[in-house]
């Protein structure tokens, strides 16, 4: 109901006991390439309810498509990713999809989908979910990237991992000198795929004059595990201030900042003005400018947030921002007694 009221989500597929799974029920919800299934438990002692009195809600996995989830599994754990799923075949009317996984950080895991011959609602063991109660979508399109959060000196053997395990590629690096503050700093690397449409920045706390804001994470959520999830929208402006409308909180910016921001930015195609008033981001970098704005915590903890945004050419993460933006983290943080 939240995903659906809040960010335009809608209904999809659904697996619980009536669909043979006894402990634990999943809902799926679908925005444009958007797929998220949320799952809790029915009984103690499950994997779900165990990970949820870890963590609190977070995400458990990270799933990708894949032409050959077989092959996927082979290759990843030949070259030493900790298997998670073994391949395996689920079929039903509609035809089959594969799934296998290996572990990331954390409790994170990354399962491959291979689905290609498959052409049901989601998959084998859900039911298509049809609901009466449809909100209008709030332009959400995919994940741009998804960030992980690890631990002291954790950074460089989690990009090892994504390079020689997944065959990724360490496209940007951020070190403590670009993310730092008066207060807290943090190191962070940008592993991606071969096509660059599958982005995982790596951060791990540095030292600062008080908490890093990685480091209050790992403390909440018991762990490493995924920071944030950065949306894509074509119309930055009409998307936040739907969301906001509808009851999501981001991160306030101070007015100073608009003050000089298109001295760094240049000329930019939006009028200032309502940018802001939602608190939108700007950057820019050689091949263009992006617009970024990020939530407050989904959940209780202050762990998992939302980042949308909208890329006018630009292929970089904000970098320009990270300043202003880490400065008003530091004040929920501070906020919290945890800075
Ligand atoms: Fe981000």
Redesign the pocket.
């Known amino acids: 109901h939240f995903y659906k009221t809040a960010f335009g989500f809608q209904s999809l597929a659904y697996a619980g006991p009536e669909t043979g799974m006894k402990d634990k029920v999943s809902y799926v919800i679908r925005q444009n390439k958007l797929t998220f299934v949320l799952t809790t438990p029915l009984k103690a002692n499950n994997d779900i309810a165990d990970h949820i009195y870890k963590h609190g809600d977070g995400v458990k996995v990270l799933a990708l498509k894949v032409d050959d989830a077989t092959s996927a599994w082979h290759e990843t754990t030949k070259r030493g990713g900790k298997s998670y799923l073994q391949p395996v075949t689920l079929k039903d009317d509609n035809g089959e999809v594969v799934l296998s996984g290996i572990h990331t950080y954390g409790d994170t895991v990354h399962l491959f989908v291979e689905r290609k011959n498959y052409n049901g609602a989601f998959m084998p063991g859900f039911r298509e979910w049809k609901s009466g109660y449809n909100p209008a979508s709030t332009g959400l399109l995919y994940v741009d ?1 998804c ?1 992980g959060n690890v631990g002291w000196n954790q950074m460089n053997p989690w990009v090892k991992f994504y390079e020689e395990v997944m065959g990724f590629k360490n496209i940007l690096s951020f070190d403590d000198n670009d993310i730092s503050t008066e207060y807290s700093a943090l190191m962070s690397k940008v592993m991606s795929n071969g096509n660059g449409f599958v982005k995982f ?1 790596i951060n791990e706390p540095a030292e600062g004059k008080k908490k890093s804001q990685v480091e209050e994470y790992l403390d909440f959520y018991n762990g490493e595990g995924v920071q ?1 999830v ?1 949306i894509a929208t074509n119309d930055i402006v009409k998307t936040v201030t739907e969301l906001q409308n509808r009851g999501i909180e981001f991160l306030s910016i101070p007015a100073s900042y608009y003050e000089t921001v298109l001295d760094r930015v240049g000329k930019i195609d939006e009028d200032l003005q309502p940018l802001q008033e939602l608190g939108v981001l700007i950057d820019r970098d050689e091949e263009g400018y992006l617009l970024q704005i990020f939530s407050k915590p989904l959940e209780d903890r202050p762990t998992l947030f939302f ?1 949308i945004i909208q890329r006018k050419g630009a292929k970089s ?1 904000g970098k320009g921002n990270f300043k202003a933006l880490f400065e008003a983290l530091e004040r929920e943080q501070d906020a919290r007694g945890n800075l």
């Open positions: 990237h960030v920045p944030h950065a980042e993460f």
